[in-house]
């Protein structure tokens, strides 16, 4: 009674059959289809391999999926997760990560999900990482554990999503490093990790992390996010 679950797109309460979404809601999230970008797994033509942002481009992670469309209602929704503490929208997420991606995630054969960090003044003011939540919940379905200490996050950066492709990468520059006290309880055999974080847009974030992961050690490296936007 006092803690009702919502619907996650709408934020309105759940009839007693409803488990995540509403009658109303339950056709809105628009899932990334079968044509998608080989590299970063935005939507793309249907003739298309790759989207116009990484034709040609090397990065240091070999590819990565997304479930939705960052539309506005998805906008909304992981909003009102990450800043007004819906963290049980969380279970939604990664259930549908899990049964769009469960095969591919499987394929990938990683040995972690690492989840991008947060700043610790960013994090005591939230609350919570939404990534490490987020990858909490999808570790509990396909059994992958989640590295949370592992990668930290050094600069209180600035916001992504007011900075041009080429400031996001120098505002990311030594953001991140390996926790010194962790890695030595770590096994260092790990050869492949799956970065998790929430929206994946220019890939600056992921290609950050990748670069101090890689310089770790790890061989391969992959992402998965819950949603990204247009790949044309």
Same mark, same amino acid.
């Given at each position: 009674m006092?803690?009702?679950?919502r619907?996650?797109?709408?934020?309105?309460?759940?009839?007693?059959?409803?488990?995540?979404?509403?009658?109303?809601?339950?056709?809105?999230?628009?899932?990334?289809?079968?044509?998608?970008?080989?590299?970063?797994?935005?939507?793309?033509?249907?003739e298309?391999?790759?989207?116009?942002?990484?034709k040609?481009?090397?990065?240091?992670?070999?590819?990565?999926?997304?479930? /939705?469309?960052?539309?506005?209602?998805?906008?909304?929704?992981?909003?009102?997760?990450?800043?007004?503490?819906?963290?049980?929208?969380?279970?939604?997420?990664?259930?549908?990560?899990?049964?769009?991606?469960?095969?591919?995630?499987?394929?990938?054969?990683?040995?972690?999900? +690492?989840?991008?960090?947060?700043?610790?003044?960013?994090?005591?003011?939230?609350?919570? &990482?939404?990534?490490?939540?987020?990858?909490?919940?999808?570790?509990?379905?396909?059994? +992958?554990?989640?590295?949370?200490?592992?990668?930290?996050?050094?600069?209180?950066?600035?916001?992504?999503?007011?900075?041009?492709?080429?400031e996001?990468?120098? &505002?990311?520059?030594?953001? /991140?490093?390996?926790?010194?006290?962790?890695?030595?309880?770590? &096994?260092?055999?790990?050869?492949?990790?799956?970065?998790?974080?929430?929206?994946?847009?220019?890939?600056s974030? +992921?290609?950050?992390?990748?670069?101090?992961?890689?310089?770790?050690?790890?061989?391969?490296i992959?992402?998965?996010?819950i949603?990204?936007?247009?790949? /044309?």
């Open positions: 006092l803690y009702p679950k619907c996650v797109i709408c934020d309105q309460i759940l009839e007693s059959d409803r488990q995540y979404l509403c009658r109303h809601c339950e056709n809105i999230p628009q899932y990334i289809g079968r044509h998608y970008c080989l590299k970063c797994g935005k939507p793309v033509g249907e298309e391999e790759y989207c116009r942002e990484c040609g481009r090397e990065t240091s992670y070999l590819c990565g999926r997304a479930v /939705f469309l960052y539309d506005t209602f998805m906008q909304t929704s992981i909003s009102r997760f990450k800043y007004q503490g819906r963290q049980e929208y969380a279970a939604y997420y990664a259930r549908q990560m899990y049964q769009v991606l469960g095969e591919w995630i499987e394929q990938t054969k990683a040995d972690a999900l +690492i989840p991008v960090p947060i700043h610790k003044k960013r994090r005591r003011k939230r609350g919570f &990482n939404q990534a490490e939540v987020l990858a909490e919940q999808l570790s509990g379905l396909c059994c +992958i554990p989640v590295l949370e200490d592992f990668l930290i996050r050094t600069r209180n950066t600035l916001p992504q999503k007011e900075l041009t492709q080429k996001r990468m120098h &505002n990311l520059e030594g953001a /991140f490093q390996i926790n010194a006290k962790q890695e030595e309880k770590l &096994n260092r055999n790990m050869k492949c990790v799956i970065i998790v974080d929430d929206i994946f847009t220019t890939g974030t +992921i290609e950050s992390c990748s670069k101090v992961l890689k310089s770790y050690g790890v061989e391969r992959y992402f998965l996010s949603c990204t936007g247009y790949g /044309f």
